[in-house]
């Protein structure tokens, strides 16, 4: 069975940081793209942080530039999300998504239609 599990969300105050992981099972990341999607209540899925699979180009919404570092271990076929200094809307649900033969670079990246497995959702809170 193909998928994508993600984990490490949960409650943070504000300026705090959080690891979210992506594990794949049943197939394995290497030359597929990593796209980090959150989606709030009553906004529509944000993309925010793309990282190629064939040469590790990384993308950053300007929303978490500066403050949020995606990343992979392709022998531990996990992506990963580095989030610092968390501030409250950054509360979402955030998936992970893989997509085969995607182009990353840090001025353009994968629209979340593009991707081909997806995450069921971790919930991050960022609240005091």
């Known amino acids: 069975q193909l998928q994508l599990v993600e984990s490490g969300g949960g409650l943070v105050q504000p300026g705090g940081s959080l690891r979210l992981s992506c594990a794949a099972s049943?197939?394995?990341?290497?030359?597929?793209?990593i796209g980090w999607f959150r989606q709030a209540p009553g906004k529509e899925r944000e993309g925010i942080s793309h990282?190629?699979?064939?040469?590790?180009?990384?993308y950053y919404a300007d929303s978490v530039k500066g403050r949020f570092t995606i990343s992979r271990d392709n022998a531990k076929n996990t992506a990963y999300l580095q989030m610092n200094s968390l501030k409250p809307e950054d509360t979402a649900v955030y998936y992970c998504?893989?997509?085969?033969?995607?182009?990353?670079?840090?001025?353009?990246?994968?629209?979340?239609?593009?991707?081909?497995?997806w995450g069921q959702g971790t919930q991050v809170t960022v609240s005091s």
């Open positions: 998504a893989a997509g085969s033969h995607l182009f990353v670079a840090d001025w353009t990246a994968p629209g979340a239609d593009e991707y081909d497995y």
């Open positions: 049943g197939f394995t990341l290497d030359y597929y793209a």
């Open positions: 990282i190629s699979g064939s040469d590790g180009s990384t």
